[in-house]
Protein backbone atom coordinates (compact mmCIF):
# COMPACT_ATOMS: atom_id res chain seq x y z
CA UNK A 1 0.00 0.00 0.00
CA UNK A 2 1.11 3.49 -0.79
CA UNK A 3 1.87 5.44 2.54
CA UNK A 4 -0.05 7.74 2.38
CA UNK A 5 -1.39 9.21 5.87
CA UNK A 6 -5.21 11.26 6.24
CA UNK A 7 -5.49 13.27 9.70
CA UNK A 8 -7.95 13.35 11.03
CA UNK A 9 -9.84 10.32 9.75
CA UNK A 10 -12.93 11.94 11.83
CA UNK A 11 -14.41 15.33 12.60
CA UNK A 12 -17.27 17.08 13.85
CA UNK A 13 -16.84 20.69 13.72
CA UNK A 14 -20.04 23.36 13.66
CA UNK A 15 -20.64 25.78 10.97
CA UNK A 16 -17.88 28.76 10.70
CA UNK A 17 -15.30 26.94 12.31
CA UNK A 18 -12.23 26.55 10.62
CA UNK A 19 -10.69 23.09 9.72
CA UNK A 20 -7.58 21.80 8.11
CA UNK A 21 -7.21 18.21 6.96
CA UNK A 22 -3.42 17.03 6.85
CA UNK A 23 -2.36 14.53 3.73
CA UNK A 24 1.14 13.22 4.72
CA UNK A 25 3.00 10.99 2.22
CA UNK A 26 6.44 8.94 2.87
CA UNK A 27 6.74 8.41 -1.36
CA UNK A 28 8.07 10.77 -2.45
CA UNK A 29 5.44 11.39 -5.31
CA UNK A 30 5.67 15.17 -6.75
CA UNK A 31 1.92 15.10 -6.98
CA UNK A 32 -0.69 15.34 -4.53
CA UNK A 33 -4.57 15.83 -4.55
CA UNK A 34 -7.29 16.80 -2.83
CA UNK A 35 -11.01 15.36 -3.80
CA UNK A 36 -14.25 14.98 -2.07
CA UNK A 37 -16.66 12.39 -2.30
CA UNK A 38 -20.55 12.87 -2.08
CA UNK A 39 -23.29 10.00 -3.19
CA UNK A 40 -24.37 10.49 -6.10
CA UNK A 41 -21.62 12.60 -7.34
CA UNK A 42 -18.36 10.21 -7.29
CA UNK A 43 -15.32 11.75 -6.39
CA UNK A 44 -14.32 15.75 -7.21
CA UNK A 45 -11.25 17.25 -7.68
CA UNK A 46 -10.74 20.36 -5.10
CA UNK A 47 -7.17 21.53 -5.13
CA UNK A 48 -3.98 19.74 -6.40
CA UNK A 49 -0.07 20.26 -6.38
CA UNK A 50 2.53 19.63 -8.56
CA UNK A 51 5.56 20.70 -6.54
CA UNK A 52 6.69 22.41 -2.98
CA UNK A 53 4.17 25.66 -2.83
CA UNK A 54 2.93 24.79 -6.82
CA UNK A 55 -0.61 24.10 -6.30
CA UNK A 56 -3.99 24.94 -8.38
CA UNK A 57 -7.71 24.62 -8.40
CA UNK A 58 -9.85 21.84 -9.33
CA UNK A 59 -13.32 21.60 -10.10
CA UNK A 60 -14.69 22.24 -6.92
CA UNK A 61 -11.96 24.74 -5.41
CA UNK A 62 -14.65 27.24 -4.07
CA UNK A 63 -14.49 27.93 -0.23
CA UNK A 64 -11.41 25.80 0.26
CA UNK A 65 -7.30 26.74 0.26
CA UNK A 66 -4.40 24.55 0.37
CA UNK A 67 -0.55 24.63 1.34
CA UNK A 68 2.38 22.25 0.33
CA UNK A 69 5.29 23.29 2.46
CA UNK A 70 7.28 20.58 2.26
CA UNK A 71 6.85 17.14 -0.75
CA UNK A 72 5.00 15.03 2.04
CA UNK A 73 2.59 17.16 3.40
CA UNK A 74 -0.23 18.40 1.60
CA UNK A 75 -3.03 20.71 3.92
CA UNK A 76 -6.49 21.11 3.48
CA UNK A 77 -8.19 24.21 5.20
CA UNK A 78 -11.86 25.09 5.12
CA UNK A 79 -11.42 28.86 5.92
CA UNK A 80 -15.50 28.92 7.70
CA UNK A 81 -17.15 25.62 7.02
CA UNK A 82 -20.49 25.11 6.39
CA UNK A 83 -22.79 22.23 6.23
CA UNK A 84 -22.20 22.05 2.02
CA UNK A 85 -18.93 20.68 3.12
CA UNK A 86 -19.69 18.02 4.74
CA UNK A 87 -18.49 15.32 3.08
CA UNK A 88 -15.50 12.77 2.81
CA UNK A 89 -12.06 14.06 1.57
CA UNK A 90 -9.34 11.95 -0.07
CA UNK A 91 -5.82 12.62 -0.58
CA UNK A 92 -4.14 10.87 -3.62
CA UNK A 93 -0.57 10.96 -5.08
CA UNK A 94 1.04 10.13 -8.30
CA UNK A 95 4.44 10.37 -9.26
CA UNK A 96 3.53 12.08 -12.86
CA UNK A 97 5.79 8.96 -15.14
CA UNK A 98 4.73 8.16 -17.99
CA UNK A 99 1.48 10.39 -17.56
CA UNK A 100 -0.35 8.05 -16.93
CA UNK A 101 -2.25 9.57 -13.93
CA UNK A 102 -2.55 7.16 -11.74
CA UNK A 103 -3.35 7.61 -8.26
CA UNK A 104 -2.87 6.46 -4.78
CA UNK A 105 -5.36 7.03 -2.53
CA UNK A 106 -5.57 7.53 1.45
CA UNK A 107 -8.33 6.30 3.29
CA UNK A 108 -10.23 9.04 3.67
CA UNK A 109 -11.45 12.33 6.07
CA UNK A 110 -14.75 12.20 7.19
CA UNK A 111 -16.15 15.60 8.13
CA UNK A 112 -19.39 16.40 9.38
CA UNK A 113 -20.27 20.18 9.62
CA UNK A 114 -23.17 20.90 11.75
CA UNK B 1 -12.86 18.43 -21.63
CA UNK B 2 -12.69 14.91 -20.69
CA UNK B 3 -16.20 12.74 -19.01
CA UNK B 4 -16.67 9.27 -17.97
CA UNK B 5 -20.22 7.89 -17.58
CA UNK B 6 -21.18 5.12 -15.79
CA UNK B 7 -24.37 4.01 -17.27
CA UNK B 8 -25.93 2.12 -14.04
CA UNK B 9 -25.78 3.29 -10.45
CA UNK B 10 -26.50 0.12 -8.82
CA UNK B 11 -25.76 -3.52 -10.26
CA UNK B 12 -27.07 -6.95 -9.06
CA UNK B 13 -26.10 -9.80 -9.60
CA UNK B 14 -25.84 -13.68 -8.02
CA UNK B 15 -22.60 -15.02 -7.14
CA UNK B 16 -21.35 -17.27 -9.26
CA UNK B 17 -22.66 -15.46 -12.87
CA UNK B 18 -20.77 -12.79 -14.62
CA UNK B 19 -20.54 -9.38 -13.73
CA UNK B 20 -20.50 -6.34 -16.38
CA UNK B 21 -20.14 -2.59 -15.36
CA UNK B 22 -20.28 -0.10 -18.08
CA UNK B 23 -18.56 2.78 -18.62
CA UNK B 24 -18.18 5.34 -21.78
CA UNK B 25 -15.90 8.05 -22.14
CA UNK B 26 -15.60 11.21 -24.02
CA UNK B 27 -12.27 12.94 -24.84
CA UNK B 28 -10.24 15.10 -26.76
CA UNK B 29 -7.21 13.05 -26.94
CA UNK B 30 -6.10 9.37 -26.28
CA UNK B 31 -6.96 8.59 -23.08
CA UNK B 32 -6.05 6.54 -20.20
CA UNK B 33 -8.85 4.70 -18.42
CA UNK B 34 -8.82 3.66 -14.98
CA UNK B 35 -11.33 1.25 -12.94
CA UNK B 36 -10.72 1.36 -8.93
CA UNK B 37 -12.87 -0.19 -5.97
CA UNK B 38 -13.60 1.24 -2.88
CA UNK B 39 -15.00 -0.84 -0.21
CA UNK B 40 -17.08 0.37 2.79
CA UNK B 41 -14.86 3.00 4.51
CA UNK B 42 -11.97 2.36 2.75
CA UNK B 43 -10.07 4.54 0.30
CA UNK B 44 -10.04 3.41 -3.71
CA UNK B 45 -7.91 0.70 -4.42
CA UNK B 46 -6.43 0.16 -8.54
CA UNK B 47 -8.19 -2.17 -10.34
CA UNK B 48 -6.49 -1.87 -13.64
CA UNK B 49 -5.85 0.87 -16.13
CA UNK B 50 -5.66 1.24 -19.98
CA UNK B 51 -2.51 3.01 -21.23
CA UNK B 52 -2.84 2.65 -25.26
CA UNK B 53 -0.91 -0.77 -24.85
CA UNK B 54 -3.25 -4.06 -25.41
CA UNK B 55 -6.76 -2.95 -25.52
CA UNK B 56 -7.92 -6.19 -23.18
CA UNK B 57 -6.69 -4.97 -19.80
CA UNK B 58 -6.80 -7.61 -16.91
CA UNK B 59 -6.71 -6.32 -13.19
CA UNK B 60 -6.71 -7.87 -9.97
CA UNK B 61 -8.77 -10.16 -8.62
CA UNK B 62 -10.23 -11.76 -12.37
CA UNK B 63 -11.29 -8.46 -13.48
CA UNK B 64 -10.99 -7.09 -17.16
CA UNK B 65 -12.01 -4.45 -19.22
CA UNK B 66 -11.73 -3.45 -22.95
CA UNK B 67 -11.00 -0.47 -24.12
CA UNK B 68 -13.27 0.02 -28.24
CA UNK B 69 -12.31 3.12 -29.33
CA UNK B 70 -15.25 2.94 -31.96
CA UNK B 71 -17.66 2.71 -29.02
CA UNK B 72 -15.80 5.27 -26.79
CA UNK B 73 -16.24 2.11 -23.88
CA UNK B 74 -14.40 0.65 -21.31
CA UNK B 75 -16.45 -1.90 -19.43
CA UNK B 76 -15.54 -3.70 -16.35
CA UNK B 77 -16.46 -7.36 -16.85
CA UNK B 78 -15.65 -11.00 -14.63
CA UNK B 79 -16.54 -13.90 -15.35
CA UNK B 80 -17.97 -15.18 -12.22
CA UNK B 81 -19.06 -12.96 -8.79
CA UNK B 82 -17.93 -13.52 -5.42
CA UNK B 83 -19.28 -12.09 -2.17
CA UNK B 84 -16.15 -10.15 -1.89
CA UNK B 85 -16.56 -8.02 -4.86
CA UNK B 86 -19.80 -6.24 -3.25
CA UNK B 87 -18.55 -2.78 -3.23
CA UNK B 88 -18.24 0.93 -5.13
CA UNK B 89 -16.70 0.64 -8.38
CA UNK B 90 -15.66 4.08 -10.28
CA UNK B 91 -14.58 4.46 -14.26
CA UNK B 92 -11.70 7.72 -14.29
CA UNK B 93 -9.83 9.00 -17.29
CA UNK B 94 -7.02 11.21 -17.15
CA UNK B 95 -6.74 12.21 -21.46
CA UNK B 96 -4.42 14.99 -21.21
CA UNK B 97 -1.19 13.24 -19.59
CA UNK B 98 -0.72 16.24 -17.26
CA UNK B 99 -0.76 16.42 -13.56
CA UNK B 100 -4.19 17.94 -13.11
CA UNK B 101 -5.44 14.33 -11.45
CA UNK B 102 -8.49 12.01 -12.45
CA UNK B 103 -12.14 12.73 -14.08
CA UNK B 104 -14.21 10.06 -11.98
CA UNK B 105 -17.45 8.96 -12.93
CA UNK B 106 -20.76 9.09 -10.19
CA UNK B 107 -19.87 5.29 -9.65
CA UNK B 108 -21.85 1.69 -9.71
CA UNK B 109 -23.00 0.04 -6.88
CA UNK B 110 -22.05 -3.54 -7.09
CA UNK B 111 -24.60 -6.05 -5.29
CA UNK B 112 -23.96 -9.48 -5.09
CA UNK B 113 -26.75 -11.82 -4.00
CA UNK B 114 -26.03 -15.16 -2.10
Known amino acids: DAGITQSPRHKVTETGTPVTLRCHQT?????MYWYRQDPGHGLRLIHY???????DKGEVSDGYSVSRSKTEDFLLTLESATSSQTSVYFC?????????????FGEGSRLTVL | AQSVTQLDSHVSVSEGTPVLLRCNYSSSYSPSLFWYVQHPNKGLQLLLK??????LVKGINGFEAEFKKSETSFHLTKPSAHMSDAAEYFC????????????FGKGTHLIIQP
Open chain 1, 92 to 104: AISDGRGNTGELF
Open chain 1, 27 to 31: ENHRY
Open chain 2, 92 to 103: AINSGGGADGLT
Open chain 1, 49 to 55: SYGVKDT
Open chain 2, 50 to 55: YTSAAT
